[in-house]
């Protein structure tokens, strides 16, 4: 009798075990290797479902991997060799829109974009808006807090998050927040599931915060620098000034030529870097203006402003850009505002010191830098250098006040840096959190905290 045979027969084909399907959802979209096949992937269509795949992992001691589309690049969603997969894929419902709350109901499968689309009909938003928002599950964003180009307005997921429905690891579902706008019942379980990445509980459904989509006409500028850290200064100088950007995002060089031959916009590739912008309100014109001001200040030789979205495509298909060159190795740092500048010169030294380019696209506004290395094949000693080089990068940021991730999460591959940022004491603190949701430790173990 095979091992997963109980499991098969309280959920029939929702139970996959042939070894095409295992390796279809085995890796994520990070560099992290799975080290095996799991021994059976549980495609949730409920809660109900869910609960029974973690009874049945609590029983027999089987490590559970939890996957939304698998766009993650921290490897957390990396299946367990002879674990279980949980992918909550399936679970794809809009159940409503409140407009009259401002709040939606869905399930933890729905894609990201598909729920502001949704709201767009009630003129309503939904805000955080992922570059992979496209692909990605609204339960891998609350999983991991993903940031994106809109939240630097409007802040990051936990910022649109009302209430959760999570399966808890013994088995239990369990639902968080609520739908008022003031809650003070109980701890903030919320925003402790938010960015908790498979850890404490498998997110099953949300309720989320929408907000009226802005009036106005976006304006959108685009800024050339001959710095990266010259860009950082004016990033610096616009999110302190009066004026609040919907989009503010920064492309090196580097960045700019990769993703120009993979998806031609027609940016130039003149300065070192080039910062792009958008507002969108009924002051869009002055508010442009103030930060062509502002970026010209900073050092900019040359600032053009553009009607609607057309001058952010290039930022949109980045990551992908990079994907396409070939292999490469990202980061996903973030420092304070004030440090950008900083940040920039320390990455122009490493570059110069190792003699390897570093290609670095950033959601410039919130202080969070994707730098890339690109790795020339794919032997172990080419990813080792690769690490090495990011080793810098973290180890900079940190100095610099800043974090080792700003929206990917720490997953399996940021695991070993974890006691660069937590201390002891705080690190012994997160274990005790940990502890207390999931003492058998079956979900996502090893990963997050
Ligand atoms: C081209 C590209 C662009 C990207 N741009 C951005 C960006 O701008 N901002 C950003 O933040 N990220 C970005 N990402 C990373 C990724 O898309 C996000 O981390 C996203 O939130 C992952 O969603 P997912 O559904 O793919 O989750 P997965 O990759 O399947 O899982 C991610 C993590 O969440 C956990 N998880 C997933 N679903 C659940 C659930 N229901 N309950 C509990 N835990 C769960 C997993 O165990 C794993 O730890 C990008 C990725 C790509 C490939």
Redesign the pocket.
């Known amino acids: 009798m095979t091992k997963t045979k109980d499991l098969e027969e309280e959920l029939g084909g929702r139970v996959l075990t042939e070894p095409a399907e295992l390796l279809r959802y085995s890796a994520?979209?990070s560099r992290a290797k799975p080290q095996g096949l799991p021994l059976a992937v549980l495609t949730a269509h409920s809660a109900q479902d869910v609960a029974a795949g973690v009874r049945w992992a609590a029983r027999n001691n089987v490590p559970v991997?939890?996957?939304?589309?698998?766009?993650?690049?921290?490897g957390?969603?990396v299946a367990y060799p002879q674990g279980l997969v949980i992918s909550?894929?399936e679970m794809d419902a809009i159940v409503g829109i409140d407009p009259g709350n401002r709040l939606a109901e869905v399930h933890?499968?729905v894609i990201t974009a598909d729920i502001d689309a949704a709201a767009a009909e009630y003129g309503l938003m939904y805000a955080p808006?992922?570059?992979?928002?496209r692909?990605?599950?609204i339960?891998?964003?609350?999983?991991?807090?993903?940031?994106?180009?809109r939240c630097v307005k409007y802040g990051?997921t936990t910022d649109s998050v009302a209430g959760l429905e999570?399966v808890l690891a013994n088995g239990e579902t369990i639902r968080t927040g609520s739908k008022t706008r003031k809650n003070v019942v109980g701890y903030d379980l919320t925003s402790l599931f938010v960015g908790?990445?498979?850890t404490l509980?498998?997110?099953?459904g949300a309720t989320l915060r929408l907000r009226p989509r802005p009036a106005g006409n976006a304006v959108t500028f685009r800024a050339t620098f001959p710095s990266a850290a010259a860009a950082g200064r004016a990033v610096t100088a616009i999110m302190n000034s009066s004026v609040v950007p919907e989009v503010l995002e920064l492309m090196d060089r580097a960045s700019v030529e990769i993703v120009e031959k993979f998806h031609p916009t027609g940016l130039s590739t003149n300065g070192a870097a080039i910062l792009v912008g958008q507002f969108l309100s009924l002051t869009s014109d002055v508010d442009a203006a103030t930060a062509a001001r502002l970026c010209r200040e900073a050092g900019a030789t040359d600032v053009e402003q553009a009607e609607g979205d057309v001058l952010l495509e290039a930022r949109r298909v980045s990551?992908?850009a990079l994907?396409a060159r070939g292999l490469r190795a990202s980061c996903d740092v973030a420092v304070p505002i004030a440090r950008l500048a900083d940040m920039f010169e320390a990455l122009d030294k490493i570059s110069s010191n190792e003699n390897v380019a570093i290609p670095t696209f950033a959601?410039a506004g919130d202080g969070n830098l994707h730098p890339s290395v690109v790795i020339g094949d794919e032997s172990p000693e080419a990813y080792a250098e690769a690490e090495r080089i990011l080793d810098l990068i973290t180890d900079q940021a940190l100095m610099l006040g800043g974090t080792i991730s700003g929206?990917?999460?720490v997953?399996s591959l940021k695991y070993g840096s974890l006691g660069k940022q937590l201390d002891p004491a705080a690190r012994s603190a997160h274990l005790m959190i940990k502890n207390a949701f999931d003492p058998q430790g079956i979900l996502?173990p090893g990963?997050?905290v």
């Open positions: 994520d979209a991997s939890v996957r939304g589309a698998g766009t993650g690049l921290a957390g969603a909550l894929a933890a499968g808006d992922p570059a992979s928002y692909q990605s599950t339960g891998g964003n609350i999983a991991t807090n993903a940031g994106g180009l990051v999570v908790s990445e498979g509980g498998i997110v099953t990551g992908k994907d959601h929206e990917h999460g997953g996502s990963r997050g």
